[in-house]
């Protein structure tokens, strides 16, 4: 029987957070708060060195051609685009949230420029997903394998995590802010973040990186 995502926050989401957040134990306890932030006033609309040094603490790379393309090229034009459509306030979970993640929306068409250029670069749809976190941290999480692997690699995973969190008026939401707040960790990492960490955490080690769809954990999550 898959657990729910609320047990699974109450019950762990202390001991992860906490061991995640200890000094120096992850580069990705930097990767929101790095250099201010990518959602901060002055760069919030376009791609700069900052979000791509801060996505390698991530454990990730964007092909030098591609950050070149993003910071002065065609393609950070494109997603600068999108991204003045997006504002920065805009919560998953929240009103109006679900038509920009939505099949068309303003994310979902800057995820697309980025994920349709994996033939030609390789970025693909993690890397796609980490940039636009880091942009956009209130509306668009951390996505990456071992994460999929517990939901069971649903599609539309952005739409389907906004209802999660706006169920039962937001409990699920309150309850990663209430970890959150317990460990102490800076409210400038999003409530996205703390429920990636908590989700990652729990399964980096058993995770079955060579054959993914025969894990043991994979579906083990409901959503």
Known sequence: MPEKLIDIVRCEGVDHLKAYFALGA??????????????????????????????????VQVPFAVGKELIEGQLGRE????????????????????ELIADGGHADQAWRLLNDRNEKTGIGWVIAGKL???????????????????????????LKLHHALAEDDGELRAALA????????DDKVSILRTLDVVLWRR????????????CPQRGAVEL
């Open 178 to 185: 209430e970890v959150r707040a317990t460990v102490g960790v």
């Open 79 to 98: 997603i600068g685009t999108r991204l003045r459509k997006i504002s920065i306030d805009v919560e998953l979970g929240a009103l109006s949230g679900d």
């Open 26 to 59: 992850y580069t990705g306890q930097w990767f929101e708060t790095f250099a201010g932030g990518g959602d901060r006033t002055e760069t919030r609309d376009r791609i700069t060195v900052d979000d791509l040094y801060a996505v390698e603490a991530l454990n």
């Open 203 to 214: 399964h980096v080690r058993g995770h079955h990186r060579d054959k993914p769809a025969a």
């Open 132 to 158: 636009l976190a880091r942009k956009r941290p209130k509306l668009i999480p951390v996505y990456d394998s071992i994460v999929r692997c517990q939901f069971g690699a649903p599609k539309q995973v952005w």
